[in-house]
């Protein structure tokens, strides 16, 4: 077994523990509630400091707000993914938390807010923390998808289970009296930003395609060796298209590394933020992504995609890309149920056949236009 697939299985042991843990000394019966109809306040938690996650829920708070002007809408969550929030007119409070916080840290922590008369908390996965968390919230109304938990007494696990994600939000927003009429992803690109990296691209404007490699750990992310199979591939493939390679402060070596002596091939230096990311995604001819926050990303801009997953429904089912112009290829199965596959692990002349399907969509719908 390798160490990957053995911490893996850890892991999965500790969070079991984790649990039974809070559910011990923290958990307690509410009384059951279907819904509210009429909400004063509501707390969204997004202390997963996942971008993706972000992304996907970020229709709720405009469509919460037109519903209900009056409304208070309070965002906890941590600082990589404060500044998504802190720019949003229809959140009113945005609190601060720790990705990880310690037991002894969270009353204090939640000490601070005010009082909200529902919350939202739809991790599947519920640690001790997160128990005494919604403990010390005191909300009236605690929207979640957890089993076996006391405090989430409007469990919402039966109509969204594989459905997509943002599904989730929709029907949480029901149980505050809110239909959603609007799900589109929202994402506000700054200016000047975009300005620059569109100095970057120069006379590629439109006439490249970009790739993300990188997912958030190891095994959702193409190894080096893979990242120049890849790149070399689409630039035999393609070679009227440059090819962009994102990258991020934590990759941005290896990337210029890859890149560096390919010909046609390039990358951002100094990458510094996800909206850097963000214009070279809107402006790509085609951009390809692992399974990550730059699909949902792509998705605000309605960017043709080809998105690559590894072989799991369930995830498959609540995380695809849900639009249109959208590929999907999926790396090959486990070998075994411990086995985590790397996402990379996939057929590259299947790859390189879906980016030309796409293209070849995209000149025909917009020669018909």
């Known amino acids: 077994m390798a160490i990957s697939d053995y911490l893996h299985g850890v892991r999965r042991s500790r969070d079991k523990f984790n649990f039974a843990l809070g559910r011990s000394l923290f958990d307690r019966n509410l009384p059951p509630l279907e819904r509210l109809e009429s909400c004063d306040s509501v707390l969204i938690v997004r202390s997963d400091g996942k971008i993706g996650d972000s992304l996907v829920a970020s229709f709720i708070y405009p469509e919460l707000k037109k519903a209900n002007p009056n409304m208070t809408i309070g965002v906890l969550c941590t600082a990589n993914t404060a500044a998504m929030y802190e720019s949003n007119p229809a959140i009113d409070h945005v609190h601060h938390y720790p990705k990880r916080a310690k037991l002894w840290q969270v009353k204090k922590l939640i000490s601070r807010l005010p009082y909200y008369q529902a919350v939202i908390f739809l991790p599947e996965t519920v640690k001790a923390r997160d128990f005494l968390m919604l403990g010390c919230l005191k909300a009236q109304l605690n929207i979640g998808i957890a089993q076996g938990v006391g405090l989430i007494n409007c469990n919402i696990r039966e109509q969204v289970l594989g459905k997509p994600s943002q599904q989730y939000f929709i029907e949480a927003a029901k149980r505050l009296g809110v239909t959603v009429e609007d799900a ?3 994402y506000t690109l700054p200016a000047e930003t975009e300005q620059a990296v569109l100095g970057f691209l120069a006379e590629m404007r439109g ?3 970009a790739l993300n490699p990188f997912g958030n750990a190891g095994k959702r992310s193409f190894t080096e060796e893979r990242l120049i199979q890849v790149a070399a591939g689409l ?3 393609f070679p009227e298209f440059s090819l962009v390679i994102l990258a991020s402060p934590s990759n941005q070596a290896l990337v210029s590394r890859v890149a560096e002596p390919l010909a046609g091939v390039h990358c951002l230096a100094q990458t510094q933020s996800i909206d850097q990311n963000a214009a070279l995604i809107k402006h790509s001819k ?3 992504s692992v399974d990550t926050a730059t699909v949902h990303l792509a998705r605000c801009f309605a960017s043709p995609m080809v ?5 799991d429904p369930a995830n498959f089912a609540m995380w ?3 639009y249109q112009p959208t590929e999907v290829v999926f790396s090959r199965e486990p070998s075994n149920s411990q086995e985590e596959v790397n996402i990379g692990e996939f057929d590259l002349a299947e790859l390189l ?5 796409l293209l070849a969509r995209l000149t025909t719908e917009s020669a018909q236009a």
Do not use: H, S, T
């Open 184 to 186: 589109n992803y929202r």
């Open 235 to 237: 630039r035999e493939a």
């Open 307 to 311: 998105a690559i997953y590894r072989p």
């Open 286 to 288: 085609l951009f390809i």
């Open 320 to 322: 695809q890309p849900n």
């Open 353 to 357: 056949q879906k980016c030309r399907q």
């Open 207 to 209: 006439q490249y395609i």
